[in-house]
């Protein structure tokens, strides 16, 4: 069976984690969720990003990752889950390097992201996803963190 998971105005993809081996993964985070029922993953002691709220769920980076891929079982935006091409879909990307499923049909990818260039398939997109996209937290959230070391 495979995980889903995401995050920023649309998508997040499940990994498998390894022991923490850094403070950062054994460090306090938050789940939050957006408007388009994706989820993502930030410190917990960080404000919750506009757009998002959290869903309660706390822990450390692997208990997060885990929930996610727990609850989020569609890659697939709120917004275009009902959509009628079911075999033509594009993975998207945005600036905060995290990955999306969006129909290949559709005209206008959503503000801020862009094609990754992967097509295909549902589930050929979401392989894709769960292969390349290895750490959910937000690019933005990651430089921090690597600067604060």
Not at 15 to 24: I, N, R, V, Y
Not at 57 to 66: A, M
Not at 68 to 82: G, H, K
Request: aromatic letters at 12%; one cysteine or more; charged letters at 30%.
């Amino acid at each position: 069976m495979y995980r889903f998971v995401a995050f920023a105005a649309i998508a997040f993809i499940a990994l498998s984690l390894a022991a923490p081996s850094t403070a950062f993964e054994k460090m306090a985070y938050r789940v939050v969720v957006n408007h388009e029922e994706q989820y993502s993953i930030v410190p917990q002691n960080w404000p919750v990003p506009d757009g998002w709220k959290a869903t309660g769920k706390r822990g450390t980076l692997g208990e997060c990752h885990d929930h996610i891929e727990e609850v989020w079982t569609d890659m697939r935006p709120l917004s275009v889950r009902d959509w009628d091409g079911k075999d033509d879909y594009q993975v998207i990307v945005n600036h905060e390097e995290q990955y999306a499923v969006w129909p290949a049909g559709k005209e206008k990818l959503p503000t801020g992201w862009k094609s990754s260039g992967k097509g295909g398939r549902l589930l050929e997109c979401q392989e894709y996803i769960e292969e390349v996209w290895t750490d959910m937290r937000p690019l933005s959230v990651r430089k921090k963190l690597g600067a604060e070391k």
